[in-house]
């Protein structure tokens, strides 16, 4: 039997099972990107799948405290740009 393993929501707080949610990772060459697969190496951040949660976490930039990088305006851009278009997230 696989262990479930909770994950935090770096947007709300929530704890869920992490397989549920959406993994940024900070590879070992410091980038920030979306993991797919949800086992690249690095460190990891995660994300409810909702539109908020990915939302908040751009507004209150939750990745560079999660993963302590400093993430340029560039590299937050194009994370944001996949994450939308993971999530069907049609930007206003
Ligand atoms: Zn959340």
Known sequence: ????????????????????????????????????????????????KNQTCVKNAFQRKAFERALHMKVSGQEAEQLRTVLFEEMNIIEE
């Open 1 to 48: 039997m696989a262990t479930v393993k909770m994950r935090q929501c770096i947007s709300c707080k929530a704890e869920r099972d992490g397989r549920e949610m959406l993994r940024i990772v900070k590879t070992p060459d410091n980038e920030i990107r979306f993991d797919a697969t949800g086992r690249a190496s690095g460190r990891g951040a995660y994300l409810c």
